[in-house]
T-cell receptor
Framework: GIQVEQSPPDLILQEGANSTLRCNFS?????LQWFHQNPWGQLINLFY???GTKQNGRLSATTVATERYSLLYISSSQTTDSGVYFC???????????FGSGTRLQVQP | NAGVTQTPKFQVLKTGQSMTLQCAQD?????MSWYRQDPGMGLRLIHY???????DQGEVPNGYNVSRSTTEDFPLRLLSAAPSQTSVYFC??????????????FGPGTRLLVL
């Protein structure tokens, strides 16, 4: 099955710093989503982005499907951004998401 | 809309006991699925359903049963709990089952401890 690799596995930032999280996948996808899992365990949709670029406030994401990667940008980070960020994809013919192992982000005040 | 709801929030079982994790959605979504999340890992698919009466296995289906008698509900049954099933369980749904090219919505999760 499709492989999803996320980097870095852990990231510590000072409040106000910017960061880039990366997601590489091993095959063509027809669905790519970014999720934030907050410290209470809730999974929150950030972006549905199988290709192209989207922005939502301080967060933006870019997927280059032909090169099989996606990037999540967090600008002016806040302590509330802490948690785990997951990339999840669906490859052609499947009906479920395959998750990466996540990037654990800690934003310090 | 309540979205995707899961009960219970937390459960402790003894090895060999059975139980049902409940999942319901009020968005009239066709597609529903169950994932488990183990410490330090992403989510892995257990079972999914593309509509009432239709279910299929995911990546880690052993030890779990599902059924989908209504659009709204998708319960997950543990037949004989084992310590390896200690995990956090998430239910998810999305509007259409014809394609998976859309956002999935997750419930708050059920934490299960099997002793």
């Amino acid at each position: 099955g499709i492989q999803v690799e996320q980097s870095p596995p852990d990231l510590i930032l000072q409040e106000g710093a910017n960061s880039t999280l990366r997601c590489n996948f091993s095959d063509s996808v027809n669905n790519l989503q970014w999720f934030h899992q907050n410290p209470w365990g809730q999974l929150i949709n950030l972006f549905y982005i199988p290709s192209g670029t989207k922005q939502n406030g301080r967060l933006s994401a870019t997927t280059v499907a032909t090169e099989r990667y996606s990037l999540l940008y967090i600008s002016s980070s806040q302590t509330t951004d802490s948690g785990v960020y997951f990339c999840a994809v669906t490859d052609t013919g499947r009906r479920a998401l395959t998750f990466g192992s996540g990037t654990r982000l800690q934003v310090q005040p | 809309n309540a979205g995707v709801t899961q009960t219970p929030k937390f459960q402790v079982l003894k090895t060999g006991q059975s139980m049902t994790l409940q999942c319901a959605q009020d968005m009239n979504h066709e597609y529903m699925s169950w994932y488990r999340q183990d410490p330090g890992m992403g989510l892995r698919l257990i079972h999914y359903s593309v509509g009432a009466g239709i279910t299929d296995q995911g990546e880690v289906p052993n030890g779990y049963n599902v059924s989908r008698s209504t659009t709204e509900d998708f319960p997950l049954r543990l037949l004989s709990a084992a310590p390896s099933q200690t995990s956090v369980y998430f239910c998810a749904s999305s509007p259409r089952s014809g394609v998976i090219q859309e956002t999935q919505y997750f419930g708050p999760g059920t934490r299960l401890l099997v002793l």
